[in-house]
C-alpha cells in the first residue's frame, strides 16, 4: 500500500464495502420470494432506478461506515449497535413506508429525512414496488448524492485524521 496515497486507501474502503453491500443485497432479492411464509410480490418494475439507487446506497453505507469506523473509539464499537445502528435502522423507513409516517406522524417524517437509511429503502421501495407509496425519484436521488458527499468528505477526513496522529 506505500505508493498509495492515503485518500486513496480510504477510497479503496468505501468501494470494497460498496461492493459488499451490493452483493448482499443482489442475495437477498432473491430470498425474498423464497423465505417468507405469505407470498411476497416484488418485481423491479425500473431497472435503471434500482440499479442508481443500489450503487448510490452501497456507496453510502461505505462512506456510513469509514465516517463510524475514524470517529469511534474501537474499544467502544459495540456501543455503535445500540446508540447508532438501531434507531436509524428503525428510523429509516425500513419497515413502512415514508409517506405512510408523513400521513401519521408528521413531526416525525420531518425529523428522520436527516437520516441517510430513508432514501436507501424509499428509493429501492420505488424500484422494486411501485405500488407502494414513496418519496419521489429525483427527491431520492438528490438525497443520495448529497449524503454521499456529505459523508464522504467527513470520513475521509476522519480517516486521515485517525491515520495521521
Not at 470517529?71 to 405512510?100: A, E
Not at 456529505?150 to 496522529?165: C, E, I, M, P
Request: positive net charge.
Amino acid at each position: 500500500m506505500c505508493p498509495l496515497p492515503l485518500w486513496g486507501v480510504a477510497l479503496e474502503k468505501v468501494c470494497f464495502s460498496a461492493m459488499q453491500s451490493t452483493i448482499a443485497a443482489l442475495l437477498v432479492i432473491p430470498m425474498a420470494y423464497y423465505v417468507p411464509a405469505s407470498p411476497v410480490r416484488a418485481d423491479i418494475h425500473n431497472w435503471f432506478l434500482f440499479l442508481l439507487v443500489l450503487l448510490l446506497a452501497s456507496l453510502l453505507a461505505g462512506n456510513l461506515g469509514l465516517v463510524i469506523g475514524s470517529t469511534v473509539n474501537p474499544r467502544q464499537i459495540g456501543l455503535v449497535f445500540s446508540i447508532i445502528v438501531v434507531p436509524i435502522t428503525f428510523l429509516g423507513c425500513v419497515y413502512y413506508p415514508w409517506t405512510g409516517l408523513l400521513k401519521n406522524i408528521k413531526w416525525l417524517a420531518i425529523a428522520v429525512l436527516f437520516n441517510p437509511i430513508v432514501y436507501m429503502s424509499e428509493g429501492l421501495r420505488a424500484a422494486v414496488t411501485p405500488s407502494v407509496a414513496h418519496m419521489p425519484s429525483w427527491g431520492i436521488l438528490v438525497a443520495l448524492v448529497f449524503f454521499n458527499a456529505a459523508l464522504g468528505r467527513w470520513g475521509f477526513k476522519g480517516f486521515l485524521g485517525r491515520v495521521l496522529s
